[in-house]
């Protein structure tokens, strides 16, 4: 199996020349030219624990590195860095089940992968003789940048620069990116909304600009593919609890921006996981919705800022990735980006439409009714979920009652309530006056429960980044970035 551009079969790699370089050079992203098919190994496989079922998958879906090397790698990543050593619990909240993907390092589902994808970078520099060092561009809606720093800090060979809109992320975000150590570690605010941050990275990766250059985003593979692996974990935890038999579906609800998760989960159902619907939930910026529902895709709308600020994205780059995969049509693919660029809109055949119809159901939810969700769940359930996860429960809820006596629905949570205080502190009906560091306080008194480790001690350190630059500027703060021979020095 290798890997191909979504506009071009021609354009190859191999796994680890798709994850050293980020996006395919005619600006598509790298899918795999056939799916490896998991069925006949689905028996043994959801018997094994996290780490074991994480090496078998990703050796199935990067096969440049054996077995014996993925099991090194992913035994680097995942031991003793998340709260629970089965790293992605699943918990039964109502007749649902909540997948907590948020207890690594920096609280968000970013982690997941983010916790390998610098091994598999390192790993893939070995395997392709690149002894140059690669410069990580990142823009971040909010919860990349902090775990693609977590993870990238201080791994030889490797720099990083995150980009995050400048007053476009939760005040905890803020103080969690701009407080990040290491020698390889750059941060810096850009005037513009994660749109603008990721077409202007999308943009120099195109450029020709005389350096290596990767990516932490969901546009990597291998930052994709570790994302499959929770959905084999989740159904492996319905199967021990008794509540599916092999075999029997299970839905998904997804909080959706970037389309990363989501995209993973089709993965998985690809690859033979018996995944039922993939449930996309969206907040106000509702581009998602209005296309599964109609085919069309329309960009060209109002930007709005929300309590899920991680889903405020209205060019959802993987959807590429799901066109393509759906279609088999490189040239279709590419036509429509090309649309979406040109005219900032593009419509699916009917055909088309219909199998995404049959896959994916939309759901919304806008600011109010998230909040309404996070009391109504903590109410009910004595669950408390962030506002992200809030709109996916939403979503399922919606979804139930649309297509009732289904199968058992899995949310996927995707960060700690903890990184969004003041919008959940409201959701359970308190005030959300005060600064970020006062309201996680609020909130463990209220509620008892426990704060994660890593944003205990944020209030403390010392901010570090205060970079700011335009859109505009991007290109030559990179060369900059990339001229200078210390950071942080
Ligand atoms: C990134 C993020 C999302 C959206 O995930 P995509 O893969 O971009 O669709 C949802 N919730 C949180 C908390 C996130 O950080």
């Known amino acids: ?51 074991g079922m994480a090496a078998a998958i990703l050796q199935a879906l990067l096969p440049d590195f054996t077995t014996d090397e993925m099991t090194a790698l992913v035994r680097s990543a995942y031991t ?104 390889n570690i750059c941060v810096c605010a850009v005037r513009g909304n994660f749109d603008d ?36 974990k989740a159904y492996a935890d319905l199967l021990r609890l008794g509540r599916v038999k092999l075999g029997d579906p299970v839905d998904f609800a997804v909080p959706t921006g970037n389309f990363g998760d989501i995209l993973a ?37 109002p930007f709005y800022k929300t309590v899920s600020p991680s889903m405020d994205i209205l060019v959802s780059s993987n959807l590429e990735r799901l066109l393509y995969l759906m279609s088999g049509d490189a040239a279709l693919t590419a036509a429509l980006m090309a649309q979406l660029r040109t005219e900032g809109r593009y419509e699916v055949p009917a055909d ?23 009391g109504d769940v903590w109410r009910a359930h004595h669950y408390l979920c962030d506002t992200h996860t809030a709109v996916a429960w939403r979503a399922a809820q919606a979804y139930k009652a649309a297509r009732p006596g289904t199968a058992p629905v899995v949310v996927l949570s995707t960060a700690s309530p903890y990184k969004f205080p003041a919008a959940v502190l409201e959701g ?37 980044h205060r970079d700011v630059t335009d859109i505009a500027d991007m290109p030559a703060y990179v060369l900059k970035k990339a001229g200078e021979k210390e950071w942080n020095a």
Do not use: W
Request: charge should be negative; include cysteine; hydrophobic fraction near 40%.
């Open 265 to 301: 989960g089709y993965l998985a159902k690809r690859m033979g996981l018996p995944v039922g619907t993939l449930i996309c939930a969206s907040n106000r910026n509702d581009v998602l919705a209005d296309f599964l529902r109609t085919g069309v895709y329309d960009k060209n709308r």
């Open 80 to 183: 003793g860095r998340f709260e629970t050593a089965d790293v992605t619990p699943t918990v039964p909240v109502g007749d649902d089940y909540i997948l907590e993907l948020f207890r690594g390092p920096t609280s968000a589902f970013k982690d997941v992968a983010l916790s390998i994808l610098p091994y598999l970078m390192t790993a893939s520099q070995q395997k392709c003789g690149v002894t140059d060092p690669v410069l990580i561009l990142t823009a971040t809606s909010g919860d990349t940048g902090k775990a693609a720093m977590a993870g990238f800090r201080d791994v030889p060979g490797t720099r990083i620069i995150v980009f995050y809109p400048h007053g476009g992320v939760s005040e905890v975000q803020q103080a969690q990116m701009t407080t990040q150590e290491g020698g």
């Open 1 to 51: 199996m290798i890997y191909q551009s979504t506009r071009d079969p021609a354009l190859t790699a191999s796994a680890a020349e798709a994850i050293l370089r980020g996006p395919a050079p005619d600006g598509g992203l790298y899918v795999p030219s056939s799916l490896p098919d998991l069925r006949p190994a689905l028996p043994k496989l959801l018997t094994l624990d996290f780490q």
């Open 352 to 374: 088309l439409l219909a199998r995404l119809q049959a896959d994916f159901f939309p759901g919304r939810c806008d600011d109010e009714q998230t909040k309404a969700a996070i």
């Open 197 to 232: 941050a990721q077409t202007a990275v999308k943009e120099i990766f195109a450029s020709d600009l005389p350096l290596r250059l990767s990516s932490a985003n969901s546009i990597n593979i291998g930052r994709l593919a570790p994302q499959v692996v929770y959905y084999f």
């Open 428 to 464: 359970l009906g308190g005030s959300s006056s005060g600064d970020g560091f006062d309201l996680i306080d609020r909130l463990h008194a209220l509620t008892q429960v426990p704060v994660p480790e890593n944003l205990r001690g944020l209030r403390d350190k010392a901010v570090l």
